[in-house]
């Protein structure tokens, strides 16, 4: 695939600046030393997204700065939303997980995003009593604590509104 090339160089270019060699980058990725030579070499034409994901993360590089070129509106949108992260992460003392979870809501899509934002509304509502009890403080809690808690409570307002549709069935 074609339009791989030059995301190919730039991952090249990066992992030579970084004084990276084959062995370090798969080693910091967790892609096994064979895949990662055969996207090197291009017998992997069109890697999976996860793989340059992990490649990226290894070179402490974001993924759209090897897709999108500087002249590209969406790089420009990424910087906004980085200094804006950046602002959050400094006002309200965030750590890396938090900016994670942030920045993955944000790339989910826009129903996602709504559905969301609805549990929210069910979590901070006045019903606290079916909200699992936190042992440490939310900003101290790791991504799979936070994603357990998510799960907990969508499993709740599932149940929930799976008996108020009962329960107006059977009243009517």
Not at 128 to 142: G, Q, R, W
Not at 152 to 164: A, H, P, V, W
């Amino acid at each position: 695939m074609e339009s791989f090339k030059p995301i190919l160089e730039k991952i090249k270019k990066i992992k030579q600046e970084k004084g990276y060699t084959n062995e370090i980058l798969a080693q910091k990725s967790g892609i096994p030393l064979s895949t990662l030579n055969k996207i090197l070499s291009s017998i992997i034409k069109d890697p999976k997204i996860g793989t340059l994901i992990a490649i990226t993360d290894a070179l402490d590089v974001d993924i759209n700065s090897l897709i999108y070129d500087n002249k590209n509106v969406n790089n420009e949108s990424t910087t906004k939303i980085n200094n804006s992260l950046e602002k959050l992460a400094d006002d309200y003392n965030l750590n890396v997980d938090d900016i994670s979870f942030i920045t993955k809501y944000i790339s989910l899509p826009a129903n996602s995003r709504h559905n969301f934002l609805s549990l929210l509304k069910i979590l901070t509502s006045e019903n606290i009593n079916t909200s699992p009890i936190l042992t440490k403080p939310d900003h101290k809690l790791s991504v799979e604590e936070k994603r357990k808690i998510v799960e907990y409570e969508l499993d709740l307002e599932e149940k929930k509104q799976t008996s108020s549709v009962s329960i107006s069935s059977s009243g009517s």
